[in-house]
């Protein structure tokens, strides 16, 4: 009769923990979709991020070919022989008499822009942060819930 009851009692942990585990598994699949969602709302304030980055390097690319027509020029002017050097000189002069403001207001609109883009995306950063941290919770619930189970099973 002990025994029965025994059987009884494992048998209705087993199911208990059957259930559990349906449920874990219910609630991951849930906080995987909702993960999935947010990352897809998320998308595209990370393309518009990309095109900002890229952009930005373009202008910081068009700088350092500035400055180093600079140190070319400014080099030419120092070395080889005296119609070089003069010639070097006044290409110089016209290439820093020329106006790099075009490409600074470039940078300082293209870094304004990657931080208007970061801001536009933080609260779907955050969206997707917390639908991670959702799933992250879930699955440890299922493996709970499964190693539960597989106890109550071996426990039969």
């Known amino acids: 009769n002990a025994a029965k009851e025994s059987e009884a ?5 087993e199911n208990d923990a059957k ?3 349906s449920d874990a598994k219910a609630s991951e699949a849930e906080a995987v979709a ?3 969602e947010a990352k897809e709302a998320e998308a595209p304030f990370k393309a518009a991020q990309a095109e900002v980055d890229a952009a930005l390097a373009e202008v910081q690319a068009q700088e350092d070919a500035y400055n180093s027509k600079t140190e070319q020029l400014k080099k030419q002017s120092e070395e080889g022989g005296v119609v070089t050097r003069n010639k070097a000189k006044v290409q110089l002069d016209a290439h820093l008499a020329e106006d790099p403001l075009p490409l600074r207001k470039a940078k300082i609109t293209l870094e304004a822009a990657k931080k208007k883009a970061d801001k536009a995306r933080a609260p779907f950063q955050a969206a997707t942060d917390k639908a991670v941290a959702a799933r992250e919770q879930a699955e440890a619930d299922r493996k709970e819930a499964s190693a539960a189970r597989e106890q109550a099973e071996a426990d039969r």
Do not use: F, G, L, V
């Open 34 to 36: 909702r993960e999935n």
């Open 19 to 21: 259930a559990r585990e």
């Open 9 to 13: 009692e494992a048998i209705s942990r």
